[in-house]
């Protein structure tokens, strides 16, 4: 292995321990949820889901996990679910 690549191996795995260095701007996914499977979605600073109850709340368990499992990677406004944003207003 040539010794440049092993310094970008290196890298990668100092990044790999700081995922504060990484911010989502836009996503997509498909979560396994306990029913069926459903597209996810991140882009323009709104969250998109295939489930049925996101269409009504535009907001879901699926977007929530994502949102809790992805934290520190997700700019602050991607964190804010619309119910808790209308209540700061």
């Not at 990668?12 to 069926?36: C, H, I, M, W």
């Not at 049925?52 to 977007?63: A, R, Y």
Request: aromatic residues 8%; negative net charge.
């Amino acid at each position: 292995m040539r010794s440049s690549l092993i310094g970008k191996i290196e890298k990668a795995k100092g990044y790999a321990q700081e995922p504060d260095r990484v911010t989502f701007s836009g996503l997509t996914a498909v979560f396994r949820g306990k029913n069926d499977d459903h597209e996810l979605s991140y882009a323009n600073g709104k969250w998109h889901c295939t489930c049925n109850f996101f269409s009504q709340w535009q907001i879901c368990s699926h977007t929530m996990a994502l949102q809790q499992i992805l934290s520190d990677m997700l700019p602050k406004e991607a964190l804010v679910a619309p119910m808790e944003a209308q209540l700061v207003e």
